[in-house]
């Protein structure tokens, strides 16, 4: 399973951005998906996971109300809405994909929110 991430960038506070993060190869056995993400100095945290079907979703409470995920399984890509961001979401995005025997990441996209 091959996953590539974009949409990151640069953006005011209170503004939004989504990214994507697009799966390829044997996406058959991709079960939850997440996103990640590790801001300079900092371990990589989860930010949101949604499950298989779409049905199930977790969010970190620094990220509740703000942001949003969600995945289109017929296309094989995950999204994340991102609203109100804050300065302190400025961090380099990864995407995450559970499979039947390993876990599986993207290259990663970054997000910088200006002040």
């Known amino acids: 399973v091959q996953l590539v991430e974009s949409g990151g960038g640069l953006v005011q506070a209170g503004g939004s951005l989504r990214l994507s993060c697009a799966a390829s190869?044997?996406?058959?056995?991709?079960?939850?998906m997440g996103w990640y993400r590790q801001a300079p100095g900092k371990q990589r945290e989860l930010v949101a996971v949604?499950?298989?079907?779409?049905?199930?979703?977790n969010y970190a409470d620094s990220v509740k109300g703000r942001f949003t995920i969600s995945r289109d399984n017929a296309k094989d890509t995950m999204y994340l809405q991102m609203n109100s961001l804050k300065p302190e979401d400025t961090a380099v995005y990864y995407c995450?994909?559970?499979?039947?025997?390993?876990?599986?990441w993207g290259q990663g996209t970054q997000v910088t929110v200006s002040s």
């Open positions: 995450n994909a559970l499979g039947t025997t390993q876990d599986y």
């Open positions: 949604i499950s298989r079907g779409g049905g199930s979703t």
């Open positions: 190869g044997s996406t058959f056995s991709i079960k939850a």
